[in-house]
């Protein structure tokens, strides 16, 4: 798989994710175990509104979209993994009126988890939330056929690419 | 915004209309809460929006996780461990089932307080307290209680 197609499937899992549609959440680059999307700022998800700065929930859903998309980089055929664990450290405010990126890599995929970091920050290059996961491998058979056909391009409707 | 003249009047009256109105991410997310006595019990009505997995279809972990990490913010505010919104530190999340496409509920306890520090204890649940969807716990800083 090339990374153009990776960022397809990817690109194409987010498109089906409702609030990663909501938050505006694009897909940045993909390869080879790592990725990394954007979430552009917005006024909706302000949690502290004296300083304008976002709700950690948004950076939560973020890094939970982006480590859980993870996925597509480093397993040959699309699975859903549903999400086992995450653990956030907030290490400073997300500066307003700017997007936060999230870079999530995959660093052990067994046969039932898959491990995963990611960093989430802002043009500045400075960390804002780190996050460790991980997410179960429920098999191919748990994701119906249709979804995996929609997410890997082989969906008359949307095209082949792989 | 939740300045103390607001936060005043919601722990006096346990109308948290003025106070989730001026928080953006409250409403983008849909999070409610109702208190009985001193208990606290934060509710998300199902929305459309809030889906992850489309095929369940369930409500995306991001959107559980921020639901529990503003209900226990609100829980430091009304318990009156802090005047504003308490800045969080680190979050640790666990999920134990799908969160269908309907209401969830949330509940808070104090694990520790300290000056500066608070943990808070966070679980989640839909059909039945004794089934949790995820449990979180949560430290924030408090260090703004003089102004």
């Keep these: 798989m090339n990374n153009e197609t990776r960022l397809r499937r990817v690109k194409r899992f987010i498109a089906t994710l409702n609030q990663a549609r909501e938050l505006g959440l694009t897909v940045t680059e993909a390869q080879e175990g790592s990725l990394t999307l954007c979430l552009p700022y917005s006024e909706r998800i302000i949690g502290y ?31 859903l993994c549903p999400t086992l664990d995450l653990r956030m450290d907030y290490m400073r405010p997300a500066v307003p009126d700017k997007p936060v990126y999230a870079r999530a890599q995959a660093y052990r995929v067994t046969r039932n988890i898959i491990f995963t970091r990611c960093e989430a920050f802002q043009d500045d290059g400075e ?26 391009g082989n969906d008359p409707a949307t095209g082949d690419d792989s | 915004m939740t300045t103390p003249e607001v936060l005043k009047y919601t722990q006096e009256t346990g109308d948290f209309a003025r106070m989730l109105d001026g928080i953006p991410y409250a409403s983008f997310i849909g999070l409610q809460c109702d208190r009985f006595g001193d208990d606290l019990i934060f509710r998300l009505p199902p929305k459309d929006a809030n889906l992850g997995n489309p095929i369940l279809p369930a409500v995306h972990g991001g959107v559980i996780g921020g639901f529990m990490e503003m209900a226990a913010a609100i829980y430091l505010m009304m318990s009156q461990e802090t005047l504003r919104m308490p800045k969080i530190v680190d979050f640790s999340l666990d999920y134990l089932r799908a969160g269908l496409n309907r209401e969830i509920f949330a509940e808070c306890h104090l694990t520790r307080q300290g000056n500066r520090v608070a943990n808070v204890m966070i679980t989640a649940w839909q059909k039945s307290r004794s089934q949790p969807i995820a449990t979180a716990r949560a430290h924030f800083l408090l260090d703004d209680k003089e102004t």
């Design chain 1, 49 to 79: 509104p004296d300083t304008r700065v976002i709700h950690g929930g948004a950076i939560t859903t973020l890094m939970d979209t982006a480590s859980g998309s993870v996925m597509i980089c480093v397993l040959p055929e699309f699975e």
């Design chain 1, 127 to 152: 960390t804002v939330a780190q996050c460790v996961g991980t997410f179960m491998r429920i098999g191919q058979a748990a994701t119906p056929k249709s979804y995996r056909d929609l997410i890997v």
